[in-house]
Every structure is written in C-alpha cells, then in structure tokens.
C-alpha cells in the first residue's frame, strides 16, 4: 500500500537529533541531489579505529554567536558541484532527520554555507526517501518540530 505523499513549502523547520540540532531552517531545493548542512569548521579524527568529524554549525540564519558543536561518523567524501558549477571534495555523513512523520536517516555533506541564506539544503534524494512533494508557493508546511 502507498502512503499518500505529503507536501512541504520552500522552506522548512526541521530537526537532526543525532547531531544535537533540534531546529534548523532549511532551503527544500530539488535542484540539489544531496542534503547539505553548513559547517564552519570541519575536523576528521579516529575513535575506536572508524574514522569520524567534528564540526560547527551556526544554526540560525544571521546569528553567529549561536554556535553547536557536531560529531558525526564519515560515510563518505565526493565530488560535489554547487549551484554555481563549481566542484567542492565533501565529507558526507548520515544522520536521523525529522520532518512531518518522517524520522530516518539520511545523507548530508558538510561545507561552508556563510555567504548562503539558508544553514541547510534539504535535496531530493532525502524528498523522495520520506514521500514528500514540494508546494514552492508555499512555507513551513511541516510546522515546528
């Protein structure tokens, strides 16, 4: 049986509680094939032989004094091309998203994203994973986590 799918706007609240991100505004982009998530800084390093980052994230759009400190198992790094062509090696980690009734693990690579609007692309690949469509005359669909 398929579940009807559910509608997002342009941009949404959602949450990545494996990450100790409880609220983050995020850009729903269906141009971009991969999640993104901003880092300012990103550091890779070893426990118990897997290798893991540590990274930072500014949270909130504007608002650099807010700062989370992330760790997250590397699931990857790849060659990744932003909206502008330009092609960027990335770490990729998955980490749980929850939007709406969705709470599933998903893909996210890390880059800078200070000179962007949004802390957070939520892409396609995550989209067709939790059955969601978008609405892009629409916002915050999904309410607040």
């Excluded at 070893?46 to 699931?75: S, T, W, Y």
């Excluded at 990857?76 to 939007?99: A, M, Y």
Aim: charged share 25%; aromatic share 8%.
């Amino acid at each position: 049986m398929t579940h009807a799918k559910q509608a997002l706007g342009w941009r949404e609240w959602l949450a990545l509680p494996d990450i100790g991100i409880p609220l983050i505004k995020a850009k729903v982009d269906t141009g971009a094939r991969t999640s993104c998530l901003h880092a300012f800084y990103v550091e890779p390093f070893r426990r118990d032989h897997k290798d893991f980052l540590r990274f930072g994230v500014h949270p909130m759009q504007n608002d650099a004094q807010q700062v989370l400190h992330c760790e997250a198992q590397i699931a990857d790094q790849r060659q990744v091309s932003d909206s502008g062509g330009h092609r960027e090696l990335r770490f990729v980690i998955r980490t749980r998203l929850q939007i709406l009734d969705f709470d599933d693990e998903i893909e996210l690579t890390l880059t800078n994203r200070d000179s962007m609007r949004f802390r957070m692309l939520l892409g396609r690949t995550a989209l067709v994973a939790a059955n969601l469509v978008v609405d892009s005359s629409a916002s915050y669909l999904a309410g607040k986590p």
